[in-house]
């Protein structure tokens, strides 16, 4: 068993608190990501499973054994960094067999798992190549096979994409989702990019301001946002928020009311722009539009909602123009209701 229990872990650099008391499960065999933006503490958190970093106070354990204590070569895991760190005086197939060089394998062995993890990677035609003659994408594969040649029992990635374009991060994206489901190793996947942590973890931890905001899985994340951040971070455009007050029961935008689950408070409507629809007679939630441009499969609309910024998406053939008025329906079981005072969802109408 490679389970991860993470312990009420803090982290203080002098008087500045990065992890505030993080506590994270991570089952044996799953992939979570870690998804957050710059300085919430999520490679902070990393490092500290590592082992490269030691925790204020708080215990990480490994497959039931508390390794809070261990160095990092003693905690059965392997990690790949941004950088490619592959060395360039070397072939790719030492590279991918440095782990277990290091580990005194038996050269047969070595044979075997380095063979077996470059076709997991399929970079077997390239084991006599060396870095110099291999693209971006086909580095960050050697760097993936050389972590998992060792067998870890734990595989920690620190944003191990982001120095690829566009193209090659979707390439290898879909490459390792199916990598990791064959190993069946246990990983946690440190990045901001919201599409990679949706895309390729089983579950995601979104992280803000040193603690964990929400942990669910990715359409559990994307759906029912816990709090203002989670909805504001995840989706493309990222969810509205539309301050409305709550009389009655009921929530009064321009000519529409939705049932809202709190009264005489204010609180902040939350609407992803894909659930909103066109009005055939313009009637329902006034939309002021302001900016119409077409993205291929959708139009995406950006203007205001009772004077807020609000972004909908609309269908390509919608017959819109920037300075219109048009109506919006709404779903209310897909509205999210934010309290304005602590930024936490409250429930769904």
Known sequence: MADIVIDRVVKEFGTFRALQGVSLTVNDGEFVALLGPSGCGKTTLLRIIAGLETQTSGRVVIGGQDVSNLAPRKRGLAMVFQNYAVFPHMTVFENVAFGLRMQKAQQEEVKRKVERAAALLHIESYLDRYPAKLSGGQRQRVAVARALAV???????????????ALLRLEMRTELKAVLREAGTTTIYVTHDQTEAMGLADRIAVMYGGKIDQIGSPLEIYAT??????????????????????????????????????????????????????????????FDIRVVEPMGSHLLLTGSIDGQPARIVAPPIAKVNAGERVGLTVDPARVTWIDSITGRAIARA
């Open 151 to 165: 067998e870890p029992a734990v595989l920690l990635m620190d944003e191990p994409l982001s120095n690829l374009d």
């Open 225 to 286: 946002p816990a709090t203002r951040f989670v909805g504001g971070f995840i989706g493309s455009p990222p969810m509205n928020f539309i301050k409305v007050r709550c009389s009655q029961g009921m929530a009064r935008i321009g000519d529409a009311t939705l049932p809202c689950p709190a009264t005489g408070k204010d609180m902040e409507l939350g609407l992803r722009g894909e659930d909103a629809s066109l009005a055939p007679n313009g009637s329902g939630i006034p």
